[in-house]
């Protein structure tokens, strides 16, 4: 299996951005999707996840309104995340994720995280 992102770089705060990930090799009927983040000193942290329908999704609380997650399985399992009107704080390695496994009210959780990529890093600055 592989998870191939792509799309990170530097932008400037209010600007935009769109981080896409490809999954490959995948054989199960249904799984959620999602990206977190790390910075130097902190935790992965999921910062939007969508479930195996696309009917259901998460989004940490300083990202809301401005990231927005979706997938397209026609286009071989590809999810996007479109930050809009990024922030200092948005700086990091963006990890897309897979699981099998959907949290009520929490999206991915990083313990049931079957697959990383590779990360892409972003880089906000004003």
């Known amino acids: 299996v592989q998870l191939q992102a792509s799309g990170g770089g530097s932008v400037q705060t209010g600007g935009y951005l769109r981080l896409s990930c490809t999954a490959s090799?995948?054989?199960?009927?249904?799984?959620?999707m999602g990206w977190f983040r790390q910075t130097p000193g902190k935790e992965r942290e999921l910062v939007a996840g969508?479930?195996?329908?696309?009917?259901?999704?998460?989004y940490l609380d300083s990202v809301q309104g401005r990231f927005s997650i979706s997938r397209d399985d026609a286009k071989k399992n590809t999810l996007y995340l479109q930050i809009v009107n990024p922030r200092s704080g948005d700086t990091g390695v963006y990890y897309c994720?897979?699981?099998?496994?959907?949290?009520?009210?929490?999206?991915?959780?990083?313990?049931?995280?079957?697959?990383w990529g590779q990360g892409t890093q972003v880089t906000v600055s004003s």
């Open positions: 969508i479930d195996w329908t696309g009917d259901r999704t998460y």
């Open positions: 090799g995948l054989t199960w009927p249904s799984y959620s």
């Open positions: 994720a897979v699981s099998r496994k959907w949290v009520q009210n929490k999206g991915l959780a990083i313990s049931f995280v079957d697959y």
